[in-house]
């Protein structure tokens, strides 16, 4: 069964330093998604990406975050410059299209940690 | 604005009982889609089973159903017979029509655990 795959799954990093989280979704999907999951609390929806662009951010996506497909397979989430509350679950999801019945494929995360 | 309320952080269920898992939604959306995710302790997300909002039958996969009420605005997810593997967090999510993009809201989720 196809899947979305997260790498690495656990990455820990200095505060301040870059970051980048790859993702491979789903080979037919059309949409990308990234999620963030603080420790204990709800997935927030982070950013969607449609046709090579940013389709929809929340605001916890600011300058700091960007987000690339490099190569029509990976979908990449990097972070600038880390701060210690970016710590947390990041999870990668893919659609084969954004209508309402279709459910979103989960990677299995990765775990950032922030020191 | 999209909001999903789950008001049960924790909930306790014996073995081969049934439970069942709150959720309220609220949206301005005329058509949307309820969605339940399980996560286990390993972290990963899994798709329990969607409703949409003009579906005039609940839905059910397996030993998974969702009691949907509209006018109340709520989608409890109903787990029949469970089973020690049962134990783990669980997200109601919703997309409306008008998420660009299809993004997910998802609630705060209720922690299950089955005992023996």
């Known amino acids: 069964e196809p899947e979305v795959t997260q790498t690495p799954s656990h990455q820990v990093t200095q505060m301040g330093q870059e970051v980048i989280l790859r993702c491979v979704p789903i080979s037919n999907h059309l949409y990308f998604y990234w999620y963030r999951q603080i420790l204990g609390q709800k997935v927030e929806f982070l950013v969607s990406f449609y046709n090579n662009e940013i389709s929809e951010k929340s605001e916890i996506f600011d300058d700091q975050f960007s987000v690339e497909r490099p190569d029509g397979s990976n979908f990449t989430l990097k972070i600038r410059s880390t701060k210690l509350e970016d710590s947390a679950m990041y999870f990668c999801a893919s659609s084969p299209d954004g209508v309402l019945n279709t459910e979103a494929f989960f990677g299995q995360g990765t775990r950032l940690t922030v020191v | 604005a999209q909001k999903i309320t789950q008001t049960q952080p924790g909930m306790f269920v014996q073995e081969k009982e049934a439970v069942t898992l709150d959720c309220t939604y609220d949206t301005s959306d005329q058509s949307y889609g309820l969605f339940w995710y399980k996560q286990p302790s390993s972290g990963e997300m899994i798709f329990l089973i969607y409703q949409g909002s003009y579906d005039e039958q609940n839905a059910t996969e397996g030993r998974y159903s969702l009691n949907f009420q509209k006018a109340r605005k709520s989608a409890n997810l109903v787990i029949s017979a469970s089973q020690l593997g049962d134990s783990a967090m669980y997200f109601c999510?919703?997309?409306?029509?008008?998420?660009?993009?299809?993004?997910?809201?998802f609630g705060q989720g209720t922690e299950l655990s089955v005992k023996p």
């Open positions: 999510a919703m997309r409306g029509i008008y998420n660009q993009g299809g993004k997910l809201i």
